[in-house]
């Protein structure tokens, strides 16, 4: 049976936009220690930035978007020689510093460093698209070992948020519920777990690929690509799965298309938990009073709270059930739980978010739907760009467009020796 059909109207449509945001990107090497499907940047290229290349993309962000936290990212971050230099710079310039990585090199002595000079949280990529050393599997809740040991390695330290995310195409989209319930039994430890949907550019095989008035096989990018499958996935798909495991979960927030605005490119939502079971999820006025208050006092949109205010779900729930009504179900059903365990009292309840990102949809015309307000903009020579189109902009200069093959205007077989008409 289907769960219930997603309704942006019905959810707090985040305020977040291209010059003031929750989140920024840094990039600060193209190197990785891991070669995952699918991926699309380049390690033979560029390589690690130098301290005077990443202070530079900092003074970018500092002159052209606002924001609360900075995701280092690369390639893989770790394996930048500098990267303890890095959070701390990242830390003085007054955002919060977030690495992503596969958390292959990452050790307890590298952990210290990283907490001493400032780190506020880890993202760790982790699933059946890599071929990792560490953990030699094929499905991904046999990847749930490996995260639980880098969960509690993190989680000695104290004080630095933990998620993870995965890439999730049709290959293991029936396997999310596996993940879902690992991090059902870890709210102390995991504060966030995201979903990324799988695209690639031939995936729309009805569509012709230019650049600069030339084709261009913008495929050509993409490393092992069998891991797509044949089904363009959405956010539906996985919010199904989700409830397989978690049938009360419900989204609070979300962005939109950059052209459709029904679609939910970002979708958040808020858990309250016991380590043993579910109460609840937030409703849209919890975040949009949460996100509302930071700006006001922090003039920043919030992003990655800290693990000690995600330990005061209990009283979050009281405080915030006289405004928004997912707050107050929570706050019935942990009435009925507390009756039926008194000790109850005495055990902490978490907020965790559960995050889903739809990247790039090809529509109909050969437009493609962005996300609105997107989190991840990087800076490429003095310039804001997606993140995950940053390889156009190195190859060509500029993003590629899509047209539908029915419209050219030329055979298919020498559009490659014309300049591409306007349409």
């Known amino acids: ?39 699309y940047r380049d390690p033979r290229k560029e390589g690690h930035k130098s301290m005077v290349e990443i202070m530079d993309d900092l003074s970018v962000f500092k002159a052209k978007r606002q924001s609360d936290c900075m995701s280092i990212a690369g390639g893989d971050p770790l394996v930048h020689p500098k990267i303890v230099e890095i959070v701390r710079a990242v830390k003085e310039q007054g955002w919060k510093p977030i690495v992503n990585t596969n958390g292959l090199a990452l050790t307890p002595e590298l952990l210290r460093e990283l907490k001493e000079a400032g780190v506020a949280g880890f993202t760790f990529h982790i699933d059946t698209t890599q071929k990792r050393k560490d953990s ?13 040991k880098i969960a509690d390695m993190v989680f000695e330290q104290s004080g630095i948020a933990c998620s993870f995310n995965l890439t999730i195409s049709e290959k293991n989209l029936s396997q999310v519920p596996h993940v879902v319930e690992w991090v059902q039994k870890n709210p102390h430890k995991v504060h966030t777990v995201v979903f990324i ?7 729309g095989s009805d569509f012709a690929y230019f650049a600069n008035g030339q084709k261009i096989k913008p495929d050509e990018f993409y490393n092992d690509t069998d891991f797509r499958g044949k089904i363009i996935l959405k956010t539906q798909d996985v919010v199904d799965q989700i409830r397989c495991s978690d049938p009360r979960y419900e989204p609070c927030g979300y962005l939109n298309g950059s052209i459709e605005p029904e679609s939910m490119k970002w979708t958040m939502a808020l858990r309250f938990a016991t380590k043993k079971q579910t109460l609840g999820f ?27 205010s995600l330990r005061l779900g209990r009283s979050a729930m009281f405080l915030f059930s006289f405004f928004d009504r997912g707050s107050r179900n929570t706050l019935k059903e942990y009435f009925k739980a507390l009756a039926k365990n008194p000790l109850l009292i005495f055990k902490k309840v978490y907020i965790q978010t559960y995050a889903i990102i739809q990247p790039i949809d090809f529509l109909k015309d050969g437009q493609m739907n962005m996300c609105d307000g997107c989190p991840d903009m990087t800076v490429y020579n003095g310039q804001l760009y997606w993140s995950c189109r940053l390889e156009e902009i190195k190859e060509y200069g500029t993003f590629i467009t899509a047209v539908p093959k029915s419209k050219l205007t030329c055979p298919e077989e020498h559009a490659e020796r014309h300049t591409f008409p306007m349409l």
């Not at 977040?16 to 995952?36: P, Q, R």
Request: positive net charge.
């Open 282 to 308: 937030a409703g849209p006025n919890f975040m949009k009073i949460v996100q509302h208050f930071s700006h006001f006092f922090r003039n920043r949109w919030l992003s990655y709270s800290s693990p000690q």
């Open 136 to 148: 030699l599997v094929f499905e991904e809740k046999e990847h749930n070992a490996l995260r639980q």
């Open 1 to 39: 049976m289907l769960s219930k059909k997603l309704n942006p109207r019905e959810y707090f449509r985040l305020p977040w936009s291209l010059t003031d945001n929750g989140i920024s990107w840094l990039e600060v090497t193209t190197k990785c220690n891991l070669a995952c499907k699918g991926c």
């Open 197 to 203: 949907l799988y695209r690639e550019p031939d995936m």
